[in-house]
């Protein structure tokens, strides 16, 4: 009896030692991870351009396009890297309630591209690319199950996530030469376009799981390694143009020397239509869409006005990996 009852003070002794680290209290994480696509889809169109990557020739003589190459862009935002922080509390040896503020840049992505060759050679007469990035912010609340093992302790985590702040950015690189109206055929106009722009989010919410592991040092450090997913769907709201410098040079390709000098127009040329766009989900007779284009301007029904176009969907998920330290307050 003597011995049992030793047996049962040490092991009562040794529990809660063990459960000590799962008392009440407060703790923080901080944690840095990369994330994959899982759920890729077709890219939305930049401007009048559809997310394609396309080589097109063209006939000199007549003015005539064939297409050689065309491929459809398709990825995901959700690829990237993320660092975050985390206020935790401990509510017993099984259940934590966590509140984790969020940083996330995804990887650029190729949205659109168009080459346009002179037929039977590799000399480019045009050429636009575009790449977007997204950055984010966003907050995380979730619940922390846990069976509160002392050394190892595995846990799954739950719970929404809900952007505070985020921008699809767009930079597009362009250049055309083309002819020069009442001059002969060997002087051209060469324009080059450096264009950034800027698609601000509806607001939305999103979810997350994740599957991990905590590792603990000592009483007041930790280590944790988990696999988490997230699902974060974003309606486009409206976009601005933020930086556009556009350049045009006449030149005489018989000697390459330049007639006149350059011709500039940037973003205080642009007109309001130009520079501002206000995405809807059906275009009518009442939206302000182009009318036509002038050379690199394009015309709208309205060009005071902030243009319309179609919403598009973007999904800023994905599913990674975090790698952090636990500390206990």
Not at 79 to 101: D, P, Q
Request: charged share 20%.
């Amino acid at each position: 009896m003597r011995r049992i009852l030793l047996i049962t003070m040490a092991a009562i002794a040794v529990s809660t030692q063990s459960n000590a680290q799962w008392g009440k209290g407060f703790y923080i994480k901080v944690a840095g991870g990369y994330f994959f696509s899982v759920s890729p889809g077709q890219f939305p169109d930049v401007g009048p351009y559809p997310p394609r990557d396309e080589h097109d020739a063209i006939n000199p003589g007549t003015g005539a396009t064939t297409k050689i190459r065309e491929k459809v862009l398709t990825g995901s935002y959700g690829e990237g890297v993320r660092g975050g922080i985390t206020g935790g509390y401990v509510i017993n040896k099984h259940i934590s309630i966590e509140l984790t503020a969020n940083y996330f840049s995804s990887k650029k992505n190729l949205m659109t591209r168009n080459v346009t060759t002179i037929q039977g050679t590799e000399t480019e007469v045009g050429r636009i690319e575009s790449k977007g990035n997204v950055q984010a912010i966003d907050i995380a609340p979730s619940i922390v199950l846990s069976p509160g093992y002392d050394k190892f302790n595995p846990y799954v985590r739950f719970g929404f996530v809900v952007p505070v702040w985020g921008r699809l950015y767009i930079e597009t690189d362009a250049s055309r030469t083309s002819a020069v109206a009442g001059q002969p055929s060997f002087v051209v106009a060469r324009t080059a376009i450096h264009r950034k722009e800027e698609i601000h989010p509806n607001p939305t919410i999103g979810f997350q799981g994740a599957l991990g592991c905590t590792y603990k040092i000592n009483e007041k450090l930790g280590l944790f390694l988990e696999a988490e997913y997230r699902n974060v769907p974003v309606r486009s709201k409206n976009k601005e143009v933020t930086t556009y410098n556009e350049n045009t040079k006449i030149i005489n390709t018989n000697t390459g020397q330049q007639v006149g000098g350059d011709i500039n127009r940037g973003l205080g040329d642009l007109s309001v239509a130009e520079r501002n766009t206000d995405y809807v989900t059906t275009l009518d007779q009442n939206s302000n869409t182009p009318t036509g284009t002038t050379g690199t301007v394009t015309h709208y029904k309205n060009d005071n006005a902030p243009a319309n176009d179609l919403k598009s969907y973007i999904n800023i998920g994905g599913l990674g990996a975090n790698l952090g330290l636990r500390v206990r307050l």
